[in-house]
T-cell receptor, first 112, second 113 residues
Framework: LAKTTQPISMDSYEGQEVNITCSHN???????ITWYQQFPSQGPRFIIQ???TKVTNEVASLFIPADRKSSTLSLPRVSLSDTAVYYC?????????????FGAGTRLAVHP | DVKVTQSSRYLVKRTGEKVFLECVQD?????MFWYRQDPGLGLRLIYF???????EKGDIPEGYSVSREKKERFSLILESASTNQTSMYLC????????????FGPGTRLTVT
């Protein structure tokens, strides 16, 4: 069964590191894992994408273990402006193509 | 900078009406997507298109149809709106090489009464 699972919500404080994990047991072998950020009244915005091991850009890091059954989005030293909903997007093999499935989202609240 | 625009931010329609939601992108992207977003369910794919006049069903196509006559424009059609189609509708586009790096519009909040 193609499914992604994320925590519903998380709380943090300014300056802390936040790690959000997405479980995706049946991920397609040839597909990427992608994370998005969404603020209220806006569409989701691409943050980072990876296939395996670790990827880092100017805003986040993405850790993917060897079995690729999960992935962890890491936000270093969060600020109040990182308060948002974070989604993982994963591909699952379905028939002749890869089916894209978003997680239900993790609502991150950053406190002063 | 990629821009994806949607025809309306808010829309109120009556049950049984035919509803058109329009989406336009300006980056010459091959792929375009329509999602609906509901609390606790995340984003669910309704339809996607990987080329002009091409379309594929997503997870929840029932009650919807789509049209892509031009590369930059992707329309979502509710043939006969029902109250359970009250939702936020999001359009996205991506290049063929970067299917997962999708650029989203601001969304249309549709209320069917």
């Amino acid at each position: 069964l193609a499914k992604t699972t994320q925590p519903i919500s998380m709380d943090s404080y300014e300056g802390q590191e936040v790690n959000i994990t997405c479980s995706h047991n049946n991920i397609a072998t040839n597909d990427y894992i992608t994370w998005y950020q969404q603020f209220p009244s806006q569409g989701p915005r691409f943050i980072i994408q990876g296939y395996k091991t670790k990827v880092t850009n100017e805003v986040a890091s993405l850790f993917i273990p060897a079995d690729r059954k999960s992935s962890t989005l890491s936000l270093p030293r969060v600020s109040l402006s990182d308060t948002a909903v974070y989604y993982c997007l994963v591909g699952f093999r379905s028939g002749g193509y890869n089916k894209l499935i978003f997680g239900a989202g993790t609502r991150l609240a950053v406190h002063p | 900078d990629v821009k994806v625009t949607q025809s309306s931010r808010y829309l109120v329609k009556r049950t049984g009406e035919k509803v058109f939601l329009e989406c336009v992108q300006d980056m010459d992207h091959e792929n375009m997507f329509w999602y609906r977003q509901d609390p606790g369910l995340g984003l669910r794919l309704i339809y996607f298109s990987y080329d002009v006049k091409m379309k594929e069903k997503g997870d929840i196509p029932e009650g919807y149809s789509v049209s892509r006559e031009k590369k930059e424009r992707f329309s979502l059609i509710l043939e006969s709106a029902s109250t359970n189609q009250t939702s936020m509708y999001l359009c996205a586009s991506s290049s063929r090489q970067g299917t997962y790096e999708q650029y989203f519009g601001p969304g249309t909040r549709l209320t069917v009464t």
